[in-house]
């Protein structure tokens, strides 16, 4: 069964950065293109980032295209999410995900507050 957990969220202000990382296991990772969404209160889930199996191709939503980073270790089993420049809008909970297979990790708080 393919597990995902994320990691890294926590309270940072305006401007600051943060690193999220989300373990795979329990599939072959490196086979499998791989998607950073967020959620944020009151709002519905918003797709974030892709990037393919290889990690050579990486496509961003508007919102956060030019601050944010998608990228993978496939010999780690792990996906990250880069975010820099934080606005208090990129206040969410984090969810990395597995489009092919539907798996959704349990999500880790980002909190961007002075």
């Known amino acids: 069964q393919a597990q995902l957990v994320e990691s890294g969220g926590g309270l940072v202000q305006p401007g600051g950065s943060l690193g999220l990382s989300c373990a795979a296991s329990g599939f072959t990772f490196s086979r499998y293109p791989m998607r950073w969404y967020r959620q944020a209160p009151g709002k519905e889930r918003e797709w974030v980032a892709s990037?393919?199996?290889?990690?050579?191709?990486?496509t961003y939503a508007d919102s956060v295209k030019g601050r944010f980073t998608i990228s993978r270790d496939n010999a780690k089993n792990t996906l990250f999410l880069q975010m820099n420049s934080l606005k208090s809008e990129d206040t969410a909970v984090y969810y990395c995900n597995v489009p092919l297979i539907g798996s959704w990790g349990q999500g880790t708080q980002v909190t961007v507050s002075s």
């Open positions: 990037v393919t199996s290889n990690g050579g191709t990486t």
